[in-house]
């Protein structure tokens, strides 16, 4: 690990103003990726600034029925908190789902979005990698590529966003707030994050220096009976190779509303818009929800390593939907 500078701000502004002034300088919350990724000399930071403690760490309920996350929320009191189990279980469920219990006491809400690609290639600064040295290529297209992605890719990158707890959120309509050298935006969850294109070293659309410092969820009535469901390689302590996050909402047999989105599949979470509009009003039945998957993964372009994928994802989402319409979600 290379050397650097550590310090804490007394508040957002002071945090921002901070980062403004280090080109090379990254936030710290729970370390959980950034310190790994220094570690492996990945990541180079010259200044560490600490903003655990500058964000709330509490989960809050909105006058309109939606809530509000803390940014420094750990990951493993967020998913226990009785208005996330009783509102949005989606969201319980894909924390519960994405590492261990003390990592979970550690990694904190906002972090949980801004984890790097875990892609074998992105770790290794042996390799080439558009992601971590622009320009130098993509070492995965032609090798190791089974855990990488199938929809939105570019010939530069073809890397996941690793994030589950993204994945719900996305499917949940959430908004990122965010404080930054230009002032505080808010940033729909749906625009967060970048599909590669041809800068994949731009993971999000945040600029430098702007920090994250809460979420908002919604009201969605139907979010009660949500689901996520992740399918890897092994029962913990694994990636998602394909995971759904879904909701839905049927009535005498009709699809009134429906949210999903995919993870595993994109280097972003993936809100599948097209599957919705086509389940929206119509008959809620097997067939439909195939039909339905098959069409939001008509785009994908697979590579001999990861074509198992397309069927995988189309099987994740009906059995999901399927589930959830027959009360066992």
Known sequence: ??????????????????????????????????????????????????????????????????IRIGAATPNSELAAHPLVRSRYPVLSQALLSGASGQLRNLATAGGNLLQRTRCVYFQDVTTPCNK????????????????????????????????????????????????????????????????????????????HGELITAIEVPPLAFATRSRYRKVRDRAAYAFALVSVAAAVDVVDGVVRD????????????????????????????????????????????????NAFKVPLARNTLTRTLLDLVDGSG
């Open 1 to 66: 690990m290379r050397p650097f500078r550590y310090t804490r701000a007394e508040d957002v502004t002071g945090a921002v103003a901070l980062l403004a002034e280090a080109p090379n300088g990254a936030f710290l919350g729970g370390g959980t990726n950034l310190v790994d990724l220094m570690k492996l000399e990945v990541a180079t930071p010259d200044l560490l600034v600490d903003v655990r403690r500058l964000t709330s760490d509490q989960v809050e309920e909105l006058p309109d029925g939606g």
């Open 132 to 207: 971590r040295e622009p320009g130098t290529g993509c070492s995965a297209i032609g090798g190791y590529n089974r855990e990488l992605a199938i929809l939105g890719t570019s010939p530069e990158c073809i890397a996941t966003h690793p994030s589950d707890f993204a994945v719900a959120l996305v499917a949940l309509d959430a908004v990122v707030h965010t404080q930054g050298p230009e002032g505080g935006r808010r940033i729909p969850m749906t625009e967060l994050h970048r599909l590669p294109g041809d800068e994949p070293h731009r993971d999000t659309v945040l600029a």
């Open 258 to 305: 429906v949210r999903i989105a995919l993870g595993g599949v994109a280097h972003k979470p993936w809100r599948a818009g097209r599957a919705e509009e086509l389940l929206r009003g119509g008959p809620a039945r097997e067939d439909r929800f195939r039909a339905a998957a098959e069409a939001e993964l008509a785009d994908a372009q697979p590579l001999p390593g």
